[in-house]
Structures are given as structure tokens and as C-alpha cells.
């Protein structure tokens, strides 16, 4: 079975760090994006980062670049978030989609069940 599970998630306050993982099982790999989604409450769910596993091509949102970095190793990725913002506060999502599909929420295969972000003072 297809897997995504998340770790790294916690209470921060603004201008704080974090390091989120997912490590991936069950699928192949070679022709996904990983990545991460994020979703505060009452708002949609949007794309945060994307990394594709065959050229290691990577995408940020605009509200977080030079901010947050992405990475990968085998069968992980991660998400470095650094000076976080009461804004970056949300569930975030694991998620992996083939690569020719935009890194939508629509577009991705397989989801972790998230983990949630705090940033409060």
C-alpha cells in the first residue's frame, strides 16, 4: 500500500525553525513529485514546495521563498522552514503526484494524513 507519513510538526513562536519529513513506501518513485501542501482552517488547501524525484527540479510558493527549502533523500523529503510567521500556521501535507500533472491538490496520488504547524507568540 501506497504511504506518506509526516513528522516534524510543533508550537513555534514567529521567526522560529522547523524541519518536516515524509518518508514514502510502497510506490515508485522515479517519475513523482513530492512535496508539501498546507492548510489552515477555513481557507484551501495550496501548494507549498515540490521537488521531482528524477531531476531534483524544485518549486516554491511565493509567500515562502527564502524562507523554506526542500530536499530529498531516497525515499524522504524534507521541508526547512525558517523564519515562520504566525501565516504559516496550518496542517501540513505530505503529498506525491506524477510529475507531468500540476502540483495541485487535484493532481496528486497519494496523501499523508498531516501534521499540524503552530507558529503563536
Known amino acids: 500500500q501506497a504511504q506518506l507519513v509526516e513528522s516534524g510538526g510543533g508550537v513555534v513562536q514567529p521567526g522560529g525553525s522547523l524541519r518536516l519529513s515524509c518518508v514514502a513506501s510502497?510506490?515508485?518513485?522515479?517519475?513523482?513529485?513530492l512535496g508539501w501542501f498546507r492548510q489552515a482552517p477555513g481557507k484551501e488547501r495550496e501548494g507549498v514546495s515540490s521537488?521531482?524525484?528524477?531531476?531534483?527540479s524544485t518549486m516554491y510558493v511565493d509567500s515562502v521563498k527564502g524562507r523554506f527549502t526542500i530536499s530529498r533523500d531516497k525515499n524522504m523529503v524534507y521541508l526547512q522552514m525558517n523564519d515562520l510567521k504566525t501565516e504559516d500556521t496550518a496542517t501540513y501535507y505530505c503529498?506525491?503526484?506524477?510529475?507531468?500533472?500540476?502540483?495541485?491538490?487535484?493532481?496528486?496520488?497519494?496523501w499523508g494524513k498531516g501534521t499540524l504547524v503552530t507558529i503563536s507568540s
Open positions: 503529498a506525491a503526484g506524477l510529475v507531468h500533472r500540476p502540483f495541485t491538490p487535484n493532481g496528486m496520488d497519494y
Open positions: 510502497g510506490f515508485a518513485l522515479d517519475y513523482y513529485a
Open positions: 521537488i521531482n524525484i528524477y531531476d531534483d
